[in-house]
């Protein structure tokens, strides 16, 4: 995930954050502005850990996973389904409708059970 997107969603990232590093504090991170100087500052105040130990911390926690609720977020969605292109066989395109492949209109049989 970039930064943009960081601050974007900054208060959806709070949870992580604070997983992370739970010497910080929620009211304190909602007043920052979701960028990693503001973050690095913050932390290095709180930890009295050097700010560039602390970059590089944040560098591998951006690398990261991205929060479930980062990832759907309606905002995210052109974006998912150009992603799920790489699973989509040629031919068909990822925001064609299902319908048109596959056996969608055939009855499913019951699970555990050969039709």
């Not at 920052?32 to 709180?46: C, E, F, H, I, R």
């Not at 980062?70 to 998912?80: C, K, P, W």
């Amino acid at each position: 995930m970039q930064w943009i997107a960081i601050s974007k969603h900054w208060t959806a990232f709070l949870p992580a954050i604070l997983q992370r590093w739970p010497e910080a504090e929620e009211d304190d991170l909602i007043s920052l502005d979701g960028t990693q100087t503001s973050l690095a500052s913050y932390l290095a105040k709180k930890t009295g850990r050097p700010i560039s130990e602390l970059d590089e911390e944040l560098e591998e926690w951006r690398a990261g996973a991205t929060p479930a609720d980062i990832r759907m977020d309606e905002s995210e969605d052109m974006r998912n389904i150009d992603a799920s292109a790489q699973y989509v066989p040629v031919g068909e395109d990822p925001s064609d409708d299902d319908a048109a492949f596959g056996d969608d209109g055939a009855e499913q049989n019951p699970v555990g059970r050969t039709g």
